[in-house]
């Protein structure tokens, strides 16, 4: 791994989405307005959105920026430019994570507009430090951009990487905790939410609005941090210089 090539990969990402104005209006925006529109939604009962408003910032950027990377990747393969890129010294450890790099950057800022759209535009309460907040936040961001790499290497077509979302994402929306508290579900599916890292980005960001500190903000923050490197591993692993 060369950490010049990691960053030249992620400046070449960032110079291809700068002429693409839907997919950073998509990344950078289109987060705050599912909430603005959640918030809207429940504006008239009361408490709603305080209480679901926190895991809705782990759910949004965590599955834009999974489809964003997932297909923008993809397309690499399918275009040749990745069996073109590995002609030269570029391992594929530098390609993911110069993709990762560029697409956390993203995430970075997505986050801050996102959990700033929150809670000074929604009025989302947060008992805790909005630093932490805004941290879960590209985290959770992070963790789709790193599953998204992975479901590239395993998709053929931009539709087939789609279609991952309801075996990757779907099911750690039902069963991260958001509609029911994960104790009280059943005990197998109990058990299966344990090992799904959305159900940890939900409990931390829970805590944080709860106003916990130490062990429980960054216990599960560290787990869900775990996931993501994990994930960018295998699709380091996966990597296919191009799609059959």
Request: proline share 5%; aromatic share 10%; charged share 15%.
């Amino acid at each position: 791994m060369n950490g010049v090539l990691t960053l030249a990969t992620a400046g070449r990402v960032l110079r291809q989405l700068s002429h693409d104005p839907r997919s950073i209006a998509l990344m950078l925006v289109a987060p705050s307005l599912l909430v603005g529109l959640f918030a809207w939604l429940f504006s008239d009962q009361e408490g709603v959105f305080d209480q679901f408003g926190g895991p809705i910032l782990a759910l949004f950027p965590f599955i834009v920026m999974f489809l964003i990377t997932s297909i923008t990747t993809l397309r690499e393969r399918r275009s040749g430019t990745l069996e073109r890129l590995m002609t030269t010294p570029i391992a594929k450890a530098d390609f993911i994570l110069g993709y990762g790099l560029a697409f956390g950057l993203m995430a970075t800022l997505q986050a801050v507009i996102t959990v700033t759209f929150a809670v000074w535009v929604c009025g989302l309460e947060v008992d805790g430090p909005l630093w932490q907040l805004g941290l879960v936040a590209v985290v959770d961001a992070i963790l789709g951009t790193a599953l998204g790499l992975l479901a590239s290497a395993f998709a053929r077509t931009e539709f087939q990487a789609v279609q991952f979302m309801p075996l990757i994402v779907f099911p750690q929306i039902i069963l991260g905790g958001l509609f029911m508290p994960r104790e009280d579900m059943p005990e197998a599916l109990y058990q299966i939410s344990k090992i799904l890292p959305l159900s940890y980005a939900i409990d931390t960001i829970n805590a944080v609005t709860d106003g916990d500190e130490g062990w429980e903000v960054f216990g599960p923050l560290l787990i869900v941090v775990a996931f993501a490197v994990g994930a960018l591993i295998l699709a380091s692993l996966t990597l296919r210089r191009r799609t059959p």
